[in-house]
């Protein structure tokens, strides 16, 4: 069991070590030494000129990934802690339905929805525009299941009762009580919703042309399809796909205790 666990972390960890000991590397010696053998340090060079090349484009494939992930992540977060709390705690028709009709949702790959996605886009004319890769990173079936099972757990329904006896209308019970009681759950739909918008690669592909608008996955993409041509796009890409790596480290170094809790909370239900 242990020599699996120690082959599961090198599996996981080396490719890590590998982006990092590249991106000190020069053009030259990626050819002169080995995978994971430093060579001459250049990496503030990489970084210059990766913020440099065709004229900054990599400041706002940053801005664009922090918008699409950090943004999206946000509002699909509170959208499916909604929709799973309405569906745990409101009583209306077609209620087991509704959450029948989110898991299959589930089961259906984000890959086979990109061409309808497109259709739609193309139909309401927001193709090559920013919103045509935002508005549908908002929808998350796997997160409305997760706040559904987390609000039964954590949202006991005396007192969802009590605050309605005081006066409080469904909108505000669900804010001032509903909402804090479901946070670690919360912050684990955060974490998921974060992971998969920053690592979504075909939807951009799909929607987007300007390579203003393009996260950093689309954007480092195009440049790796010039590697073979030009060497010295090399470093840029490995040093990009480094700093594309940071905030995922950052933000589950940040979060990971209450995404641990949140997840215990939700495997016991």
Not at 60 to 85: D, F
Not at 129 to 151: D, S
Request: charged fraction near 10%; charge should be positive; proline fraction near 6%.
């Amino acid at each position: 069991m242990h020599v699996l666990l120690v082959l599961a972390a090198l599996y996981a960890v080396l490719p890590l070590v590998w982006l990092v000991t590249s991106a000190t590397k020069s053009v030259g010696d990626f050819s002169t030494t080995g995978a994971f053998e430093f060579g001459q340090f250049t990496l503030g060079a990489n970084l210059s000129a990766l913020f440099t090349q065709e004229n900054g484009v990599f400041l706002a494939w940053i801005r664009n990934s922090l918008l699409y992930a950090g943004l999206g992540a946000v509002l699909g977060s509170l959208i499916c802690a909604a929709c799973g709390y309405a569906i745990a705690k409101l009583d209306f028709p077609g209620r087991r339905a509704l959450f029948a009709v989110t898991l299959t949702g589930v089961l259906v790959p984000t890959t086979a929805l990109a061409l309808p996605l497109y259709l739609l886009a193309s139909q309401l004319e927001v193709v090559g525009t920013f919103w045509a890769v935002f508005i549908p990173l908002l929808t998350n079936p796997f997160g409305v299941y997760l706040a559904r099972v987390y609000a039964e757990a954590a949202v006991p329904g005396e007192v969802l009762e009590a605050a309605r006896t005081d006066g409080a209308g469904e909108l505000r019970t669900f804010f001032t009580i509903g909402l804090p009681m479901m946070r670690p759950g919360l912050v684990t739909i955060f974490l998921f919703q974060f992971v998969g918008i920053w690592n979504n690669f075909f939807l951009p592909l799909v929607m987007l042309t300007d390579p203003k608008l393009f996260p950093m996955s689309l954007g480092l993409y195009q440049w790796s399809t010039r590697v073979t041509q030009f060497p010295q796009y090399n470093p840029l890409v490995i040093t990009g796909s480094l700093l594309a790596v940071l905030p995922l480290v950052v933000a589950f170094v940040l979060l990971h205790r209450q995404w641990r809790s949140g997840l215990a909370a939700g495997s016991v239900k």
